[in-house]
């Protein structure tokens, strides 16, 4: 593993800790952001473009903007509150970032090894066909998800909507 | 002719969503119950489908088994009686239609996992399922109902990570995730550590979308939060499809019989029956003890189909099936006792037998079906399990679950003690019966149940017999 690819790595999982224990919930939105942006260059850097595009624009696009947006519509916390908060949080997750440098450490020194004779990967020649073709059935089934989650939004948000 | 069960929901969904809106909510009632009664229909009757079945607009690969058409018929029967509840107990028709929807959603999903051939199709299906059934349980908006969702949110992310993690190194194997390929590929690389470890997070993610004992934290949360119609169609239907269901298909059509795989099943559904017979005791919530009921239930299926054996697979999908119809009846009756006595507390109830008949009548039934009482439907598939599990000479485990049943008679004869019978209580003097439109589903699930008890040895040679091969 080269120098690059484990600065990429240790980017991302500090990013993500990040994301996790800080209590300013527009602070983690940026953070997942972040963390997804990294993820997109290490993407890129396996040889996977098309799913780096789709984290970029998705997961460090769309979803924190989403985020974002409801985060505004909400009331901030008071300054004690806040202290409070920031203290109860620390004490449920101080073990996390010790987990991580442990399972970091294990899994650096413990050479695992695939045993299965892993098949070459065989790229689609053509993108389109293998989402509009051979994975169908799977677009249809993401499109019904988006539209579940559309109507989520309708149905919870609708009255808040009225109210504002 | 498989697609048709995707599709034709999902054009009923866009139908009832066109405008002008007015005529359409009134219509979408009728739409939905008109595409369960056809779903019916489908199943019980091929031809009526065939007509369709050259259809090359769209290329799913879909295919109807015998096990498909169990979970069909579960689907569209429980769907019907939470449609017809959520009519009942919802009075605005906004809402009302909103529920529709997401109901419909729910059951686009549900058909989708059940017909799918490919690993990575049936968790795009298990996400439309997730996602349609967290607004479905936090549809009230009050504080516990999005309480449980976000618990159910948050339980079902992790195991839609592990499942989703399973996934792709099984795909680095098999370089397809087909079931097909993914048995092939498990068989030529049978002690491979990375086929193993995928196929533990696999089974762990299930476990706890089936809510499975130790991972069932969000279940009675998410039970007894639920609106009433709601909970009917998550306690009857959604939990099994999520989870228990590609339990079996996977086992069944991809691990193939293991030892190891067996034994993790069967100590999990045993561990399952007996603590959550236990907590449901203790249990003064009249949802929340009908939730750990569920996942007490639930762990038989797990057992049965821990046996290994052809026998143990029908038994297990037999129970399934009569568990989404007697615990979905329970869950309607307590939503009709809720929406009546304003309480889900079974210790300021009584007597509610005299004021509410029918209601308790069919809870009776229901009751005594789940402890596996003679000559009711789940007598029937719990004799199959105990009989499957001494044929696989688990003797251990078959007389865990004949004592576990004793356990679930006493508390299922305590919640109907204090709920129905004896003298009415004070509070629960002005309740009435409930309106013809609130006991429909109810006098439904129970015939559904009476006849699969009466017809068992029909609906052995019909359904269970194909099933297993036996």
Known sequence: MGLTNILILTAMVALALFTVMTRSLLRAAIGLALTSAVLTVMMFRLGAPLAGVFELSVCAGLIPVIFITVISMTKPMKKEEAKEFAIERWSRFWILPIIVVIAAILLFTAHIKFDAKLPPVHAESDVRDMMWGARQLDMLGQVMVLMAGAYGILVLFKEMKKRW | ?470
């Open chain 2, 1 to 470: 002719m498989g697609s048709l069960f995707i599709l034709i929901p999902l054009f009923v969904f866009m139908l009832i969503n066109l405008p002008p809106r007015m005529v359409m909510r009134k219509l979408a009632f009728w739409a939905v119950l008109a595409l369960m009664l056809l779903q019916v229909g489908f199943v019980l009757f091929p031809s009526l489908s065939s007509f369709a079945a050259a259809s090359g607009l769209f290329r799913m690969d879909l295919a109807i088994d015998k096990l498909a058409q169990m979970c069909l018929l579960s689907i569209a029967a429980v769907t019907l009686a939470a449609l017809l509840t959520g009519r009942a107990l919802i009075t605005d028709e906004n809402q009302s239609c909103n529920f529709m929807n997401l109901l419909l959603l729910v059951f686009i999903g549900m058909n989708g996992i059940t017909l799918v051939k490919d690993i990575f199709s049936m968790y795009v299906f298990l996400e439309v399922t997730a996602v349609s059934s967290f607004i479905l349980i936090a549809f009230s908006k009050d504080k516990d109902g999005l309480e449980g969702a976000f618990k159910y949110i948050i339980f079902s992310s992790i195991a839609t990570v592990m499942i989703l993690s399973a996934i792709a190194l099984l795909l680095l194997v098999a370089g397809d995730t087909s079931f097909a390929a993914l048995r092939a590929a498990i068989k030529l690389h049978q002690n491979s550590h990375v086929i193993m470890f995928a196929i533990s997070v696999f089974l762990s993610g299930l476990f706890i979308k089936s809510g499975l004992m130790p991972f069932h934290g969000w279940l009675p949360d998410a039970y007894s939060s639920a609106p009433g119609a709601a909970s009917v169609h998550l306690a009857g239907i959604v939990t099994k499809i999520v989870g228990v269901y590609p339990l079996i298909r996977i086992v069944h059509s991809v691990f193939s019989a293991n030892v190891s795989t067996n034994n993790v099943l069967m100590i999990t559904g045993a561990f399952s029956i007996v603590v959550a017979a236990f907590a449901a005791i203790n249990q003064s919530d009249f949802r929340r003890m009908l939730a750990y009921s569920s996942i007490s239930q639930v762990g038989y299926i797990i057992l049965s189909l821990g046996c290994g054996s052809a026998l143990g697979l029908a038994a297990a999908i037999f129970h399934f099936f009569n568990h989404s119809i007697f615990k979905s009846l329970l869950f309607v009756n307590a939503a009709t006792v809720e929406a009546k006595s304003q309480t889900r507390d079974i210790n300021e109830m009584g007597g509610l037998a005299q004021r509410m008949p029918v209601t308790g009548i069919t809870s009776a039934l229901a009751c005594l079906s789940v402890s596996g009482i003679p000559p009711l439907s789940g007598f029937w598939s719990k004799l199959l399990i105990i009989v499957a599990l001494w044929q696989a000479n688990q003797y251990a485990y078959a007389i865990i679950a004949v004592m576990a049943s004793l356990v679930t008679l006493s508390y299922m004869l305590t919640l109907q003690r204090k709920v129905f019978f004896g003298s009415v209580s004070n509070s629960m003097k002005g309740v009435s019966e409930a309106d013809w439109k609130l006991l429909m589903p109810s006098i439904i699930l129970v015939v559904i149940m009476l006849v699969v008890s009466l017809l068992f040895p029909l609906f052995l040679n019909t359904f269970l017999v194909p099933i297993g091969g036996i």
